[in-house]
């Protein structure tokens, strides 16, 4: 009875956060409900949309690290941690009770990681949570190209079915001054590999990354990309110079000039207009803290309704201004 009354209680607890209106409040509340027994190495960073996944560390660092504009691994050595550590995590938070129905495996490319290590990662979650619907993974074209498609095939069948993917550029010329370390054309073939394996696919771009000067073909290259390869889900950040990054360096001396708060806008209604999604649905998102205003929806259907709005924005937003990078950046 005792049990029934506390487990009451914390269903109430849990509605009355669901129903705070302010949704930062609401997500740093339910944050500190999830909060998971077990020790990170910081920074940790996860998609926005992975809010509410159980985060478990398989990789430190991000076997890339070189992309000029990124400041979020630089303090880190990449390593794949041992798997009895990464056990234990999982074990941990089984034991606290947890029940995540989304597990999202950190760090920054942990689709990286050897098939040894990821497939006992898989196998370990399934025995302590069985019930979890779906595991995800930041990954680079390397890490999928690099992986035979029946490797890939084995890891979806074991629910790691979700993939970001930052494409950035579709555009090679920018994606070779970012040391991105990919070409479009990898991009293109390992968007279409994962898919075609089971993943769900989420791309991210990047709105002003090539700067004033490579912004038309930025626009044109993207939208090519995004066409060809369909992916799942979408979303755009809002590129900033964050200090101590080459890019950063780059933009003090001129070598890329930035866009205003107008001209981004300009680069998300282009790229959009000009992308064609015909082979499945596409759930859009610009919800990033990096970007000025949320907006989203499903494409092709909401693409209209979704370019009126951009238009509508771009008209009322003075030339000239540049948007604040925010804090939390
Ligand atoms: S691959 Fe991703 S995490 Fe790694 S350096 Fe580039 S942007 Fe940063």
């Known amino acids: 009875m005792i049990r029934y009354i506390k487990d009451l209680a914390l ?33 940790v960073y996860r998609p926005p949309s992975e809010w509410r996944s159980l985060l478990i560390q398989l990789t430190i660092g991000c076997s890339n690290n070189k992309c000029t504009y990124c400041d ?4 880190k050595t990449y390593k794949v941690r041992p798997i009895q550590d990464i056990k234990a995590d999982i074990a941990k938070c089984a034991r606290a009770g947890m029940q995540p129905e989304k597990i999202f495996l950190c760090d920054g ?8 290590i990821l497939e006992e990662t898989l196998d370990c979650i399934h025995e302590f949570f069985p019930e979890v619907r779906r595991i995800g993974v930041y990954a680079t074209a390397e890490n999928i190209l690099e992986k035979t498609s029946e490797q890939l095939k084995t890891l979806a069948q074991k629910k790691l079915t979700m993939a970001y993917l930052g494409l950035e550029s579709g555009d090679d010329k920018i994606l070779h001054m ?54 799942e889900y979408f979303s755009f950040l809002t590129t900033f110079a964050i200090p101590g990054t080459p890019y950063h360096r780059m933009v003090e001396r001129g070598l890329i000039e930035p866009l205003t708060s107008k001209e981004l806008l300009i680069e998300m209604h282009d790229i959009l207009e000009q992308s064609t999604f015909d082979l499945n649905k596409v759930i859009f998102r610009a919800n990033h803290v990096s970007n000025a205003k949320p907006i989203g929806g499903i494409l092709p259907q909401d693409k209209a309704q979704i370019l009126e709005t951009l238009k509508l924005w771009i008209k009322q937003t003075p030339a000239g201004v540049y948007p604040k990078m925010p804090a939390s950046m």
């Open 11 to 43: 269903v109430e607890f849990i509605y009355k956060i669901y129903r705070l209106e302010n949704e930062w409040e609401r997500r740093y509340l339910l944050d500190m409900f999830f909060t998971p027994p077990i020790e990170y190495e910081p920074p």
């Open 109 to 116: 490319d942990a689709l990286g990681a050897p098939m040894d």
């Open 178 to 231: 970012v040391v991105k370390g990919n070409t479009a054309q990898d991009m293109i073939e390992a968007s279409l590999k994962i898919k075609e394996q089971g993943f769900k696919l989420s791309t991210i771009a990047m709105l002003g990354i090539g700067g004033k000067k490579y912004s038309e073909q930025h626009i044109r290259a993207t939208a090519e990309v995004l066409s060809q390869t369909n992916p």
């Open 72 to 75: 979020m691994y630089r303090s």
